[in-house]
């Protein structure tokens, strides 16, 4: 009695009925699938990839044209470029271990980072200054992943400490 001819044609058929019921448990559970295997892939520009381990003196990050003063347990996102002033110094570690460190009067991009169980690799663009990496997980996983541009040149790392100077003429 309560309900409308329209009101009970949907309260019969889409409250009572099991067969819309199942269909949007189903829905709901692709949903959640997608969702899962969407958060699983790459790292997005938003999502933190790393920290700041240490940051002594002039420090900075520019992030989606935003200045940055870098800070010990900052994150670090994909697409971020860090650099150092004078006397300065940046130690960044990223999720799978791998720690880059800047000297002083330094400048860096951080262009792909990938670490998952399907996919593993970085791309660093170095275009002055010192640096040093000790790589992580991902040459351990893919070995052809860990790679390094310089003005002259792309480095490919297979598991090491590296340690370059880069000139400003290149």
């Known amino acids: 009695g309560q309900y409308k001819p329209m009101h009970r044609f949907l309260y019969t058929s889409f409250i009572k009925a099991s067969r819309p019921a199942t269909v949007g448990v189903h829905t709901l559970f692709i949903f959640l699938l997608l969702a899962g295997v969407m958060h699983c892939g790459p790292a997005m520009a938003s999502e933190s990839i790393g920290a700041i381990q240490t940051a002594t003196?002039?420090?900075?990050?520019?992030?989606?044209?935003?200045?940055?003063?870098?800070?010990?347990?900052?994150?670090?996102?994909l697409n971020d470029e860090v650099s150092t002033g004078a006397d300065a110094r940046l130690s960044i570690v990223f999720l799978d271990e791998t720690v880059l460190t800047l000297d002083e009067s330094s400048h860096a991009a951080i262009d792909s980072y990938v670490y998952s169980d399907d996919a593993s690799n970085l791309l660093f663009k170095f275009t002055k200054g010192t640096f040093r990496t000790i790589t992580g997980g991902i040459v351990k996983q893919n070995p052809e992943g860990f790679n390094m541009e310089t003005p002259l040149a792309t480095i490919g790392i297979r598991g090491s400490d590296v340690y370059a100077i880069i000139q400003p003429d290149g």
């Open 57 to 77: 003196g002039e420090c900075l990050i520019l992030r989606d044209g935003d200045t940055l003063t870098a800070k010990a347990e900052q994150p670090v996102m």
